[in-house]
């Protein structure tokens, strides 16, 4: 078994070799630009782009029109909220998102809120689910979008989308769901969802980095956005510039192997993250964060009590590569919003780790990582004066994370 064991795969996932080598004839032989019409370079990149774009629509239940290439999912997102805001500003100018979104939501709407925008900052339950009856009373007559994610980054709890995208109906405005964590990993479709923008990544998804797509809505409702660069008119207008045809010949391999592999990949990295979860669980003062129902197959996020997981990683040595609730933001560490969103307190919220399996993640790597987690927060709170205090019962089990029922 080769180290370290990678399972930060919700930070990015590794290209898959299938999509690799799909991709290289397009830096080399076929290397044409696909808005090129008058001879058969262009064509042959304009057809690379065509097919990669039926397997983008195919993998979401999309039309192939509807799909907008994008640099990646944070330009997918700005382009999205942007465009629906400037697009719609004489209807309105109230935008509902929640605070567990990605920070590209999050800032964008914080952006927009300087220019005008009157923002609903929705919370979570304890589970890190929005309430989809929330969102509904937030509504206004000067509502134009619903920005609601299909699940998150950090806990892989999965939002109760299809309610959230029937109320958006219901009254008549658009909703965006940035599904970069879940196209590719469990069953994602717009007309089921009821989602009228839909962002995703290519490297979430085995793909290359550098490349995404916005799916833009044109029946019932037609969805109309201004776009945000401007230039050839590339993308019906939307999206200006020379297309990345690799990158997007990537995507559309990428998506293609997701449809066919997702079943049978989502009951096997589920079967390993929950025997990578039973097992952790039987470290006392171990606590699952967001809901355990409501989850992606491939992910966990957890606390170990009394000890911060950035300290755990370096007890790690280097050999699991893996994200800590702390996010090194400028100088300081501050804990995870989206970990504090649940009710978690700055100890819990630092505490924790967030597993995130892939399609290269083996049993092997597990065993590996369940007993070198398990020596490491054994070793660690032997030497750790507060777990010395609290074993004497010199410290109160309450506070902060009075909330969370023990699971270990
Ligand atoms: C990674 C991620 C993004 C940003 O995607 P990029 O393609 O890296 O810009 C946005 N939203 C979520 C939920 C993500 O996980």
Known sequence: MSLPVYLDNNATTPCDPRVLEVMLPYFTEMFGNAASRSHPFGWTAEAAVDHAREQVARLIGAQPQE????????????????????TYATKGNHIITCVTEHKAVLDTCKHLEKKGAVITWLPVDEDGLPDPAAVEAAITPQTILIAIMYA???????????????????????????????????????????????????????????????????????????????????????RSGTLNVPGI???????????????????????????????????????????????????????????EGSTLLMGFNKTIALS???????????????????????????????????????????????????????????????????KDGHLQDTGSWAHHQEQG
Not at 68 to 85: D, H, P, Y
Not at 261 to 270: P, V
């Open 67 to 86: 799909i907008v290439f994008t640099s990646g999912a944070t330009e997918a997102v700005n382009l999205a909220i942007k465009g629906v805001f400037e």
């Open 152 to 238: 998150n980054n950090e806990t892989g709890v999965i939002n109760p989308v299809p309610a959230i995208g029937a109320i958006a109906k219901k009254h008549g405005i658009i909703y965006m769901s940035d599904a970069t964590q879940a196209v590719g990993k469990i069953p994602v479709h717009v007309d089921h969802d009821g989602i009228d923008l839909l962002t995703l990544s290519a490297h979430k998804m085995y793909g290359p980095k550098g490349v995404g797509a916005l799916y833009v809505r044109r029946r019932s409702p037609r969805v109309k956005l201004t776009a945000q660069m401007d230039g050839g008119g590339h993308e019906r207008g939307m």
């Open 249 to 307: 010949v990537g995507l559309g391999m990428a998506c293609e192997i997701c449809q066919q592999e997702m079943e049978a990949e989502a009951k096997r990295l589920s079967a390993m993250r929950n025997r990578l979860q039973e097992a952790l669980l039987q470290i006392e003062h171990t606590y699952v964060n967001g809901s355990v129902i409501h989850r992606l197959p491939h992910v966990m996020n957890i606390s170990f009590q009394y000890i």
């Open 324 to 390: 800590s609730g702390s996010a090194c933001t400028s100088a300081s560490m501050e804990p995870s919003y989206v970990l504090k969103a649940l009710g978690l307190g700055d100890n819990l919220a630092h505490a924790s780790l967030r597993f995130a399996l892939g399609r290269f993640t083996t049993d092997e790597q597990i065993d590996y990582t369940i007993r070198m987690v398990t020596d490491t927060v054994n070793r660690l709170r032997a030497e750790s004066p507060l777990w010395e205090m609290y």
